[in-house]
């Protein structure tokens, strides 16, 4: 028997869709591969989630765990690699099973996104993509931060408590985020520095990250640094989407319409995976939709 609504992705997004679902009293599953509450649980503090004038991003992804929990969401720990869009129920495949399904919510999120060089030669050897999972190990250290935006902002100052001195080097000629005060608090962290135009080469170092070779008008350079972390924003987890008919957009994002609606009958998209400016805040939003569409959807079903 198939079910009525699957939901791959515990993030935010994901967990307020299932959650939506369980008060419906649907047959709902939520599929997700690795923890429960997404990429806000590596965030530092969070602090324009509505109803918490701050917070721990881990504590927060908790909370939405929690709220799961309490109304008995099913959450299966698998990675969807795979769905069979050509017939009806439509089939889930993962790397333990098949699971049928007659509508589908992709809340899948995102992941790191790399800067292109040898940086993953060094993972785990300096190089690091979660200031929250791996600052520690850089306790009154100098590290840099390679990245653009929001995210090179963030990292930044998540780190100026921690370590001796962080270097910013960005590509872009200058680092603007979302949210103003970010840019305001960036000027205000005294040991930082911040080197713009500068585009990575190579990361380098014997055993170890030692450094980083830029580009900045035509030479090289060479920054010494004990510690590198990547931060140039996420890709969307979409690539177990590739035999799929499910139309995606520049930067591989689900295409939806403001129902979060795919062009795919019965399949909902929302959250990170598409696109836009990722935020929580967002991401529960369309959660609630996509999930009010696939509600709408099913009802018609019977």
Not at 210 to 218: A, S
Not at 241 to 258: M, P, R, S
């Amino acid at each position: 028997m198939a079910y009525d609504l699957i939901i791959i992705g515990g993030g935010p997004a994901g967990l307020t869709a299932g959650i939506y679902a369980m008060r419906a009293r649907l047959n709902v599953l939520c599929i997700e591969k690795e923890n429960e509450g997404g990429k806000i649980a590596e965030a530092g503090i969070v602090e324009n989630y509505p109803g918490f004038k701050s917070i721990k991003g881990f504590e927060l992804a908790e909370q939405f765990s929690k709220h799961a929990e309490y109304f008995e969401l099913p959450i299966m720990h698998e990675e969807v690699i795979g769905i069979d869009t050509k017939s009806k129920p439509y089939k889930l495949t993962t790397k333990n099973g098949i699971y049928e399904a007659n509508s589908i919510i992709i809340a899948s999120g995102s992941h790191y996104k790399n800067v292109g060089i040898n940086e993953d030669d060094y993972l785990g050897k300096g190089v690091c993509y979660c200031v929250m999972c791996d600052a520690f190990f850089f306790i009154n250290k100098e590290v840099i931060v390679l990245g653009r935006g929001t995210s090179a902002i963030m990292a930044a100052y998540n780190l100026k408590d921690i370590v001796k001195k962080i270097t910013i080097v960005t590509d872009r000629p200058n680092l603007k985020a979302v949210e103003k005060i970010m840019e305001e608090r960036l000027v205000e962290i005294p040991n930082l520095e911040i080197i713009y135009n500068a585009k990575p080469v190579k990361v380098v170092g014997e055993n170890k990250a030692e450094g980083v070779i830029v580009l900045i008008d035509g030479k090289e350079h060479l920054i010494p640094t004990e510690g590198i972390f990547v931060s140039y924003g996420y890709v969307p987890n979409t690539e177990f989407l590739g035999d799929t008919n499910i139309e995606l957009k520049k930067g591989n994002f689900i295409n939806v319409d403001k129902d979060c609606k795919t062009n795919v009958e019965g399949i909902y998209a929302c959250g990170d995976v598409t696109g836009g400016i990722l935020q929580v805040s967002k991401a529960v939003g369309e959660g609630v939709t996509a999930f009010n569409s696939a509600l709408t959807y099913l009802q018609k079903m019977h």
